[in-house]
């Protein structure tokens, strides 16, 4: 079975910086494709980012893009989403999820528990 583990979160000031961690274990190989959604609470779960074998170019959502960047290596278990310019609006909760083949979309066949962020004013 695999696990995700996301680690990185905490309270930071508006303007701020964070990085956010995730380590897969458990069936790595099994991983194609790894990512991170948020959610807010009272609002649905958005998509962030996310990243592939394939070494084509990561996506991203408009929210975040040019402000979040995904990197790490896949083939080594561990993913990083690197957050600057930080708003109150980015507050939430921070999942990494991880689909088992090339999809047009990342869906999370795996998730981790999840790690707060929280943006101040």
């Known amino acids: 079975q695999v696990q995700l583990v996301e680690s990185g979160g905490g309270l930071v000031q508006s303007g701020g910086s964070l990085r956010l961690s995730c380590v897969a274990s458990?069936?790595?190989?099994?991983?194609?494709?790894m990512g991170w959604f948020r959610q807010a609470p009272g609002k649905e779960r958005e998509f962030v980012a996310a990243?592939?074998?394939?070494?084509?170019?990561?996506y991203y959502a408009d929210s975040v893009k040019g402000r979040f960047t995904i990197s790490g290596d896949i083939g080594k278990n561990t993913v990083y989403l690197q957050m600057i310019s930080l708003k109150p609006e980015d507050t939430a909760v921070y999942y990494c999820?991880?689909?088992?083949?090339?999809?047009?979309?990342?869906?999370?066949?795996?998730w981790g528990r999840g790690t707060q962020v929280t943006v101040s004013s």
């Open positions: 458990g069936g790595t190989l099994k991983i194609f494709t």
């Open positions: 999820a991880a689909d088992s083949f090339p999809r047009s979309v990342l869906r999370g066949d795996y």
């Open positions: 990243t592939d074998r394939s070494g084509g170019s990561p």
